[in-house]
Structure formats: structure tokens, C-alpha cells
Nanobody, 125 residues
Framework: QVPLVESGGGLVQAGDSLRLSCAASGRTFSSYVMAWFRQAPGKEREFVGLISGGGRYTQYADSVKGRFTISRDNAKNTVTVYLQMNSLKPEDTAVYYC????????????????WGQGTQVTVSS
């Protein structure tokens, strides 16, 4: 498993922007697909988006397409993945999780073996 640490959550107003970060350290993770999921109270964990190991391919859920952008910085010993969230809506309120999976793409949280602790994002109307 890959230890992941998220940061950057908070309370914002509708229409604001926020950037989340996820750091994976201790190994070379350039071959890992990194993804963001979110879970609102009383709801299942849902896919937000993912980025390929090299950073050239991204995939997004329809609900965030055009508003959220995922990027990554593959440094030598630490990979950092970012989730830039623009035009936030109250329905984006959730705990956001970073996850890692070796090599292949998936939007199913059950396919990811490494998770961060989550960071709360709250969007007020």
C-alpha cells in the first residue's frame, strides 16, 4: 500500500475555488494511477477523476467536468497530485479522498488499494 496524505480542504462559498493536494512519498509512483473520490453524508463514495502515471491522461465524472482539473508533479521521491476545483457548488460538499492504483485505470473505489485519510470540503450557498 501507498501512504497518501491529503490537504487543502475547507469552507468556501458557492462559486469559489479550492485546490486539494495529495502527497505520496517514499517510493517512485510514476506508474500509479492517482484518483480523487468524494463521499457526502449518507451517500456512497463516488468517483471524481483520475490521472495517469505520466500525467498525460485524465478522466472526470460528468458532474465535475469543465470545473475540476487534476494534475500531478512526479518528483523523485514524492508524487503530489492536485485537484483544482472551480465554480464550486453546494452539491460538491463532501469528504474528498485521494487514492492510488498501479498502472490501470478504474473509476471503481473497490479497485484502489491505497487511500488517504480524506479532507472535508464544504460549499455554502
Amino acid at each position: 500500500q501507498v501512504p497518501l496524505v491529503e490537504s487543502g480542504g475547507g469552507l468556501v462559498q458557492a462559486g469559489d475555488s479550492l485546490r486539494l493536494s495529495c502527497a505520496a512519498s517514499g517510493r517512485t509512483f510514476s506508474s500509479y494511477v492517482m484518483a480523487w473520490f468524494r463521499q457526502a453524508p449518507g451517500k456512497e463514495r463516488e468517483f471524481v477523476g483520475l490521472i495517469s502515471g505520466g500525467g498525460r491522461y485524465t478522466q472526470y465524472a460528468d458532474s465535475v467536468k469543465g470545473r475540476f482539473t487534476i494534475s500531478r508533479d512526479n518528483a523523485k521521491n514524492t508524487v503530489t497530485v492536485y485537484l483544482q476545483m472551480n465554480s464550486l457548488k453546494p452539491e460538491d460538499t463532501a469528504v474528498y479522498y485521494c487514492a492510488a492504483r498501479f498502472a490501470t485505470y478504474s473509476s471503481d473505489p473497490a479497485d484502489f488499494g491505497s487511500w488517504g485519510q480524506g479532507t472535508q470540503v464544504t460549499v455554502s450557498s
